[in-house]
């Protein structure tokens, strides 16, 4: 994708020229006449609301919002901060243009801009956004797996989380599939665990009620009410057998 380039200027020549400049060496541009149209436009952009901008070329001296002022603003805004500015100016705003640099400028060319110049710090201000992109990609993802690893130990880890990330064709995407299925095998073997441990304890619990019985079975006093129950069921089933037994009972009085 070709990349995009804000020119900031209130001269209008000088914004035509940068412009044709950039446009031969194969970038796309837009143009802004002072900081506060260009601050509109990078926020857009950051919304969602407009094309990406991927470097600003910004004048120093100009009215409403001259590039200090755009420069702390954009480094006061999470959303913009990140974008690299290139400062445009004259040998006479030398102290202005290290006030910028301190604000977040990646870059100084002096006007008139010499076209090979502009090549060189348009290309290597382009490769050190695309190298910082990279870096703060690799910073997230690592922070990613670390929160899952943390959901791990709390045991509210959900595989899916990393989903996106186990798509991806580089290290991250290997290394999150690979978390992916060390959890899942946790899981299942955490599971297998449970199941195993509440047999067990159906297993005890048998033994234990088994072992109670075997006690109050084996005892004196449940031998003697075994007989006395046998006794009586004899005698509820043959009332002749009862009173036999009276009789001899009298009988041997």
């Known amino acids: 994708m070709t990349d995009r380039v ?3 200027d209130d001269d209008v020549i000088n914004r035509r020229v940068l412009q044709r400049g950039l446009g031969q060496l194969g970038y796309v541009t837009e143009a802004a006449e002072d900081g506060s149209v260009a601050l509109e436009r990078v926020l857009a952009a950051s919304a969602g ?22 420069l702390q603003a954009m480094a006061d805004d999470p959303s913009v901060v990140n974008l690299p500015v290139v400062v445009v100016s004259g040998v006479e705003e030398q102290d202005t243009v290290v006030r910028c640099l301190e604000l977040g400028a990646i870059d100084y060319l002096h006007k008139p801009v010499d076209p090979r110049l502009l090549d060189v710090r348009v290309r290597t201000s382009l490769m050190a956004k695309r190298a910082r992109a990279v870096e703060l990609d690799r910073l997230e993802q690592a922070d990613r797996l670390i929160e899952a690893a943390q959901a791990v130990e709390r045991g509210s880890f959900e595989p899916r989380q990393l989903d996106r990330m186990a798509s991806r064709h580089d290290e991250f995407g290997a290394l999150a599939g690979t978390f992916q299925r060390m959890a899942r095998e946790v899981a299942t073997r955490e599971r297998l665990l449970r199941s195993e441990v509440a047999s067990l304890r159906i297993e005890i619990d048998a033994s234990r009620r088994d072992r109670q019985v075997a006690d109050v079975t084996g005892s004196a006093y449940y031998r003697r009410l075994t007989a006395d129950a046998a006794e009586l069921k004899r005698i509820l089933h043959d009332p002749d057998a009862g009173e036999a037994d009276t009789e001899t009972s009298g009988g041997r009085g």
């Open 49 to 70: 609301g407009a094309p990406p901008v991927d470097l600003v070329l910004l004048d120093v001296l100009m009215p409403v919002m001259d590039g200090v002022a755009t």
């Open 6 to 8: 804000l020119v900031v």
